[in-house]
């Protein structure tokens, strides 16, 4: 289980390691991104005898937008940009970590208590995943961790799901050894909710950690059913784009909670806590009533949830038969829905800044009746995602960028492993 840096013969198995993971053609560029990563871990925290090293990558949502946190169906998939760190234990009850560019941050093992102080911070995701894993009455012992990632914050690709999928892996890795990436997940998803303040659902966790590009079934939300879909998209002649708006989502939890917090009024008129619960036939009798208690938008919202569902299965389907251009049409209309039902694209009251907005109607005029676009993730503010021709990828991403900003437009692959330890 140990893992020694010094020798040489050690940097070869990295070296290898490293080539299964990322692809011989980026292996020389990351073997030396981790050279650099155990050279940080020693300057920071000095030279050790032994230490490991992880891998957690970002995630992209495919299908299901807002349905995880309604036990609804997802379609998401493990992207090749990650969080990383090298870690070593220190025999101490303490963690600490040091990310590049950020201060350390230290975390007393005994001392796990919910520091509303600390919302929205790294501290917060750190000190939750620990707490998750206390609770289960897991071992529990000190680390020093150096990190490093590409998965830039804000970027729409669930940065804060890939620290808390790579802190899960060097607990479990470290120390305990029996979690399964759906438990740690869990673990991630409930440093979130708890910890760091935002009630998210499930889908940016597994997306992180279970890998690859997977269909997820919420229906139980303690066991989900996790299927595999194994599709390449540059096979059907196409590239995955994310496109930063250039708006930040930090001041936006309040928008984020208005989701679940209006579903959760459409659930209480029938006695239920999530939307999956409520059989749509009842809801649609009800809509008058509904209408009144909870509002039109929370309606509107619950209509989404549950047509997004329906074209998540059929997402599903469609790659499954090899039929790209009717998931295209899927993508498209799972974007309009978001945009006229669910209204996570622009924030209320937002009208001079609506850069989510322009991002869309920006790449609809390039993409000009090809591919598909549609907001990415949370939505109100980050990013969109873009299915793009290979043949006009290059103008797309020119002229995006042109608009947007420069290196706005990051043309991404599905990786096929999710949160790891490397050797």
């Not at 620990?130 to 071992?139: I, S, Y």
């Not at 749509?280 to 909870?294: I, S």
């Not at 899927?330 to 978001?338: E, H, K």
Request: hydrophobic share 40%; proline share 4%.
């Amino acid at each position: 289980m140990e893992y020694t840096f010094s020798p040489l013969t050690d940097f070869e198995k990295l070296e290898a390691a490293v080539a299964g993971l990322y692809g011989p053609a980026a292996a020389p560029e990351q073997t030396e991104r981790y050279r650099r990563l155990l050279a940080g871990l020693a300057d920071v925290f000095g030279p050790c005898g032994r230490a490991a090293v992880f891998s957690a990558p970002g995630r992209t949502e495919i299908g299901g937008n807002h349905t995880d946190h309604q036990h609804g169906r997802v379609l998401a998939g493990s992207v090749n940009l990650d969080v990383i760190a090298a870690a070593a234990p220190n025999g101490e009850r303490v963690v600490r970590l040091q990310s590049e560019g950020f201060p350390l941050i230290t975390v007393d093992l005994d001392d796990l208590e919910v520091r509303p102080q600390e919302y929205n911070s790294a501290a917060a995701i750190l000190r939750g995943v620990a707490a998750w894993f206390a609770r289960r009455g897991c071992r529990l012992e000190g680390f020093n961790a150096y990190a490093s990632s590409t998965v830039c914050k804000g970027s729409g690709l669930s940065s804060s799901a890939a620290v808390e999928v790579l802190l899960g892996n060097i607990f479990n890795s470290l120390f305990n050894g029996g979690c399964s990436p759906v438990q740690l997940a869990q673990a991630g998803q409930f440093a979130e909710n708890v910890y760091f303040g935002k009630p998210s659902g499930l889908l940016d966790q597994m997306g992180s950690s279970v890998g690859g590009m997977v269909t997820i079934d919420f229906a139980d939300n303690d066991n989900p059913a996790v299927e595999k879909i194994d599709f390449d998209f540059s096979s059907a002649g196409h590239a995955l784009c994310i496109l930063d708006s250039g708006a930040d989502h930090a001041d936006l939890t309040d928008e984020y909670a208005a989701v679940p917090g209006e579903l959760k009024k459409i659930c209480a008129h029938f006695g239920k806590s999530v939307l999956r619960e409520v059989p749509e036939e009842d809801f649609v009798a009800a809509l008058p009533q509904l209408r009144r208690e909870a509002g039109d938008r929370a309606v509107l919202r619950a209509m989404h949830i549950y047509d997004e569902n329906r074209r998540v299965a059929d997402q599903v389907e469609a790659l499954r038969r090899g039929d790209f251009d009717r998931f295209l049409s899927l993508i498209r209309a799972s974007g309009l829905s978001s945009w006229r039902y669910l209204q996570n694209v622009t924030p209320a009251g937002r009208t001079e800044r609506q850069e989510v907005a322009l991002a869309l109607a920006l790449a609809e005029r390039l993409l000009d009746g090809r591919g598909a676009c549609r907001v990415h993730g949370g939505g109100f503010a980050g990013t969109i995602q873009a299915f793009v021709p290979l043949d006009m990828l290059e103008l797309f991403r020119a002229e995006s960028e042109r608009v947007l900003g420069q290196g706005r437009c990051h043309v991404l692959t599905i990786r096929p492993v999710g949160g790891v330890r490397l050797v």
